[in-house]
């Protein structure tokens, strides 16, 4: 035989083979998709069968057990959006509240509040940098005598002396 038929004879082993194996892969999957659908029946039909099998109490039971598993969660949210209200806290505060009782919730909400207040200065007059709302008070000197003391430009301390001098 030459080459040529050679190659002849394995191109067309090779396509048989490759139809072969495509039939026998469609089969396997329709025979695997039957088995599924089997399968999903009688997993249905074991349900259907439990649930028939529950006497009546039991199926009261679980219901009565979910619905107050839902009541208590309906409750909670209730207390601690009214804990919100009564402390002005908006919606996505008063998710942030933490607590079993309305004690606790108050004072959570208190503590959340409170750190979302600035802080107060310590003294009158004082800049230790825990008030972020005021400038720090500002000690110039002039430029041709610094060792003299600043004047004070305060204006109501001006009009003050002002009116002291005029009376």
Same mark, same amino acid.
């Given at each position: ?64 057990? &979910? ?16 804990? &919100? ?83």
């Amino acid at each position: 035989m030459s080459e040529n038929t050679q190659e002849t004879v394995k191109t067309d082993e090779n396509e048989a083979l490759r139809e072969e194996g495509i039939r026998a892969l469609k089969a396997e999957r329709e025979a695997n998709k039957a088995l599924r659908e089997e399968l999903k029946a009688l997993k249905d039909w074991k349900d259907a069968q439990e649930a028939a099998g529950k006497s009546e109490t039991q199926k009261l039971t679980d219901e009565n057990s &979910a619905l107050k598993a839902t009541n208590a969660k309906t409750a909670s949210e209730a207390l601690r959006l009214r804990v &919100a209200m009564q402390k002005g806290l908006t919606e996505k505060q008063a998710a942030r509240l933490v607590g079993e009782d309305e004690e606790a919730l108050l004072a959570d909400a208190d503590d959340l509040l409170s750190s979302f207040k600035p802080a107060e200065p310590s003294e009158e007059g004082k800049d230790d940098g825990s008030d972020l709302d005021t400038r720090p008070k500002e000690k110039l000197k002039g430029g041709a005598r610094p060792q003299e003391e600043a004047v004070e430009y305060d204006p109501a301390k001006l009009a003050a002396e002002i009116a002291a001098i005029s009376q």
